[in-house]
């Protein structure tokens, strides 16, 4: 997938997005440029990037909305570049949808592997995104996850969950294998709404595997724990 991997580059910065463009090039990458928020989004709905490396200051609407609106219709995976180094920005980067967060001034080749990286944890993903308009369906062996209709399914029968056990599935299911601890759980599902203890986490993946257990064994088993760290999604299942 790295070697024909179609990238998208925002920033407002000619320079920036060139220097970029030319260390992407030399990994074998095809790359498109945006230089506004408006137009990175209309090639962003588009066309299907296998990742967009989106800067966080820019002209008229910012990489937050472009981030946001992208991500109500697709799932492609988003690097943020943005000279703001304060957490504040970086968790409002996160928040909008953005699956890392790298720092001006930076270095090219650092850019070069949190791409790779980017695009392996994407490729080793095994799931299938169905031919939808918006694209916004995960299709996995032993589940479904419609995140128009937030509607989740198991052998073929629909499975009722709260606003919260859907987010937390859906969050997961997003990037299988990837582990999360319960407290970037707390951050990015509960968005710091909720200020309280740990388990949560806990309590709501214990709901949300009984709910799928009761319809399909097999789709609450890829709901992994990782003893001492926390939580991922396995794409496959057991």
């Given at each position: 997938m790295e070697k024909s991997a179609h990238i998208?580059?925002?920033?407002?910065?000619?320079?920036?997005?060139?220097?970029?463009?030319?260390?992407?090039?030399?990994?074998?990458?095809?790359?498109?440029e945006a230089e506004d928020g408006e137009s990175a989004l209309e090639k962003a709905v588009e066309s299907d990037y296998d990742c967009i490396l989106l800067d966080l200051m820019l002209p008229g609407m910012d990489g937050v909305e472009v981030c946001e609106k992208i991500r109500d219709k697709k799932a492609t995976p988003i690097l943020m570049l943005?000279?703001?180094?304060?957490?504040?920005?970086?968790?409002?980067?996160?928040?909008?949808?953005?699956?890392?967060?790298?720092?001006?001034?930076?270095?090219?080749?650092?850019?070069?592997?949190?791409?790779?990286?980017?695009?392996?944890?994407?490729?080793?993903?095994?799931?299938?995104?169905?031919?939808?308009?918006?694209?916004?369906?995960?299709?996995?062996?032993?589940?479904t996850i419609?995140?128009?209709?937030?509607?989740?399914?198991?052998?073929?029968?629909?499975?009722?969950?709260?606003?919260?056990?859907?987010?937390?599935?859906?969050?997961?299911?997003?990037?299988?294998?990837?582990?999360?601890s319960r407290e970037q759980l707390l951050k990015e599902v509960w968005k710091y709404e909720f200020f309280g203890d740990l388990r949560t986490v806990d309590t709501h993946v214990k709901r949300l595997r009984e709910k799928l257990s009761k319809v399909s064994k097999e789709a609450a088993q890829m709901i992994v724990t990782v003893w001492g760290v926390g939580y991922k999604f396995e794409a496959t299942g057991e």
């Open positions: 998208l580059v925002v920033d407002d910065e000619e320079r920036i997005r060139r220097l970029l463009k030319m260390y992407l090039e030399r990994e074998h990458y095809t790359v498109d943005t000279a703001k180094g304060e957490e504040a920005n970086r968790v409002q980067g996160f928040e909008s949808g953005a699956d890392d967060y790298i720092v001006k001034p930076f270095s090219p080749r650092e850019v070069v592997l949190r791409v790779k990286a980017i695009l392996r944890r994407a490729d080793s993903t095994k799931f299938l995104q169905t031919e939808t308009q918006a694209k916004n369906v995960l299709v996995f062996t032993h589940l419609d995140h128009d209709a937030h509607r989740v399914t198991a052998s073929d029968k629909e499975i009722g969950l709260t606003p919260k056990e859907y987010e937390l599935l859906h969050f997961m299911a997003k990037t299988p294998d990837k582990v999360f």
